[in-house]
């Protein structure tokens, strides 16, 4: 079992950058596949970004986020990273980190993650 907090978020004003940090206790985190969601009022949970585990050398990203977004992991700190960039109001939400030890799943879909963080709030100002 792993354990999840995000940290990282806060208000930024339009075409700025924050980086979520996903920290994660329990298990050896190597071994987990690790996504970033959000979920915006009024809105369904949406997949943001994903990355492999073991070394991560596979990332998948959203079409709404690709080329602003990076994920990016440090097995050695147990920590995921959520580097965003060129932000705008949609993007404000609540972002969770999310980890799962499941294989050959779709990245994408929420419940194919076990564990989940309780989330950090990303509000973007125009």
């Known amino acids: 079992q792993v354990q999840l907090v995000e940290s990282g978020g806060g208000l930024v004003q339009g075409g700025g950058s924050l980086r979520l940090s996903c920290a994660a206790s329990?298990?050896?985190?190597?071994?987990?596949?690790a996504g970033w969601f959000r979920q915006a009022p009024g809105k369904e949970r949406e997949f943001v970004a994903a990355?492999?585990?073991?070394?991560?050398?596979?990332?998948w990203y959203a079409d709404s986020v690709k080329g602003r977004f990076t994920i990016s992991r440090d097995n050695a700190k147990s920590t995921v990273y959520l580097q965003m960039n060129s932000l705008t109001p949609v993007d404000t939400a609540v972002y969770y980190c999310a980890a799962s030890r499941l294989r050959d799943r779709d990245v994408s879909r929420s419940w194919n993650y076990e564990y989940w963080g309780r989330g950090t709030q990303v509000t973007v100002s125009s």
């Open positions: 990355i492999s585990w073991s070394g991560g050398s596979s990332t």
């Open positions: 329990g298990r050896a985190f190597s071994d987990y596949r």
